[in-house]
């Protein structure tokens, strides 16, 4: 069952991994900032090792993305950010796992101080006809 | 001779050749890898100097060779770090094993065995099936799996490492694990099935459908283990089910549920030989799970229309598959059946301790099956409410469609009525 992980996160100034650019993670002490890099690299190595992990990308700064708006029958374009919100969409991870609760599981450990983790099933054309 | 018939000359001889590699090397990884070789030689030389008389002891002649030399040079390199090296001669592998005191199938199944080994995990056993014993190519999984090859080789790898790390031998399991191992083996093909059969489009994979070659790889265990009942089982379900491929689907690529399917589209010939190996086993003794989903199915083939369905008899065999093998989805397929037996109330009531479970409440089949009791019950609001969940909870896009359409429906016929 594949998965979308979402990271909704507001880095100062814009980058990634966005951890290193957050008040909330910088806060933390040198060690725990360490010990948390770690665990994140070392979930990535996991997830690709065993297949689980089908794609993802970080995103550009929100004041980088073109808006088309649709009025009077034509796309009208205007300069980013989509919305005013604390938090932008700021990367993703698709994950194919078995079951719910890996999933679950995955998205917890991809959280972090200062952001916020989205899990999101994503739809399939499969079906049941019972 | 051209790419499509060396291909299917591999999808016949790729487990024969690994089999027969794998009983003189039990490492796994080592055989599939100078099995390849000798796959990546055969294309060289077959198109210009003719296929072999006989391809298979061609392969397994020029795949032995290859692993002679690979464990020569891993023995060699070894031998410099004093290492203990495999008790046999490495010529061993030379002789040809073909002729061997063994059944041919008997290589085949040990290999779909070892490939469904319990320390695998799923995704894992399903892959290496493909590609062991289907001989599929990585990227013809991924595509029929719709994950990138990439990953699907990260699967692939995994298992192997898997195989070698836990030191799972080609070899038949004990009397005592037998039965553990081949019920495995089952749940492997018939999610094969599943995932070929549920998905409404976009299922082909070199020209094979998930569907039938779940279904081949069924008859195949069906044909070494004529004996085994639940392997009948899950080959009479599995023909049971394909047979309504047809009029599953709309022309639009709409699901049509089983109860507005036109059965004139039903496939009689594999109907019959799903009920054919049903009547055969079922007499035989004690009934598992597989050959009571058949014999439902079959129940529902043998009713020329929808309302002619033997509903009681369904009943009474979800009732022994709740016995064999009690699930939520179970409860509630009997729920539907009591349902259309006895009546929505009824069927309602039965639906009861799934509802009492705060767990079962995410669980899309569940809103939707009591949706649908509570329209036969005339109780029109709650009947909207529940398909509007349903239709929330699900992650098939078809069956979204479906219960969005219902609850359209309903919401129109309610406005109608003022």
């Known amino acids: ?130 | 001779m051209t790419v499509d018939e060396l291909e299917d000359v591999w999808r016949r001889e790729s487990p024969h050749v690994l089999g027969a590699l794998l009983r003189r090397h039990g490492d796994y990884a080592d055989c599939e890898d100078a099995a390849q070789e000798a796959l990546a030689a055969a294309a060289e030389q077959w198109p210009t100097e003719g296929m072999p008389d006989n391809p298979r002891g061609w392969l397994v002649r020029v795949a032995s060779r290859r692993l002679v030399d690979r464990v020569r040079s891993d023995r060699a390199r070894a031998a410099r770090e004093e290492t203990v090296g495999t008790a046999q001669a490495a010529d061993a592998f030379v002789a040809p094993p073909a002729d061997e005191d063994t059944e041919p199938g008997d290589d085949a199944l040990l290999l779909l065995l070892l490939c469904c080994h319990p320390t695998l995990s799923r995704p894992s056993q399903v892959a290496l099936t493909l590609r062991a014993v289907s001989g599929l190519t990585t990227a013809a999984i991924a595509t029929a799996f719709l994950v990138p090859e990439a990953t699907m080789a990260q699967r692939l790898s995994r298992a192997r490492t898997t195989l070698r790390a836990t030191g799972a031998r080609f070899e038949a399991p004990t009397v005592e694990e037998l039965p553990t191992r081949v019920a495995a083996v089952l749940d492997v093909l018939y999610l094969v099935f599943n995932e070929g059969y549920a998905r409404s489009s976009g299922d082909t994979l070199v020209e094979t459908s998930l569907a039938e070659e779940a279904i081949h790889l069924t008859r195949q265990l069906h044909a070494y283990l004529p004996g085994h009942d639940e392997v009948a089982g899950a080959l009479a379900l599995m023909l049971l089910t394909d047979a309504r491929r047809a009029a599953r689907v709309d022309a639009r690529g709409d699901l049509v549920p089983l109860a507005e399917q036109d059965r004139s589209l039903w496939d009689r010939r594999l109907l019959d030989e799903g009920v054919a190996i049903l009547e055969e086993v079922l007499p035989r003794g004690p009934v598992g799970a597989y050959q009571l989903q058949a014999a439902i199915a079959a129940v529902h083939a043998e009713a020329p229309r929808s309302e002619d369905t033997d509903w009681a008899q369904i009943v009474v065999l979800y009732a022994m598959l709740d016995d064999v093998a009690p699930s939520p989805a179970v409860t509630l397929n009997r729920a539907v059946a009591i349902g259309m037996s006895t009546g929505p109330g009824a069927g309602l009531e039965a639906l009861q301790p799934l509802l009492d479970d705060p767990a079962m409440d995410r669980y899309h089949r569940l809103h939707a099956v009591r949706a649908h009791l509570l329209e036969l019950s005339g109780d029109v609001g709650a009947a909207e409410v529940a398909y509007a969940r349903a239709a929330e909870l699900t992650r098939s896009k078809p069956e979204q469609r479906y219960l969005a359409r219902r609850l359209a429906r309903l919401r129109k016929e309610g406005a109608t009525r003022g």
Request: proline fraction near 6%; aromatic fraction near 8%.
């Open chain 1, 1 to 130: 069952m594949k998965y979308v992980i979402l990271i909704h996160s507001n880095p100062q100034p814009w980058g990634h991994p966005t951890s290193d650019f957050l008040a909330e993670h910088q806060a933390l002490s040198q060690e725990q900032r360490d010990a948390e890099n770690a665990a994140f690299e070392a979930l990535l190595t996991e997830l690709s090792q065993n297949g689980e992990l089908v794609g993802g990308e970080p995103l550009a700064a929100p004041s980088t993305a073109k808006l088309y708006r649709w009025d009077a029958g034509r796309p009208v374009v205007t300069d980013g950010p989509y919305s005013e919100a604390k938090e932008h969409f700021a990367g993703f991870f698709l994950v194919d796992v078995e079951t719910q609760e890996r999933a679950e599981a995955i998205a917890a450990r991809l959280s972090g101080p200062g952001e916020t983790v989205e899990l999101r099933m994503s739809m399939s054309d499969g079906g049941d006809d019972q």
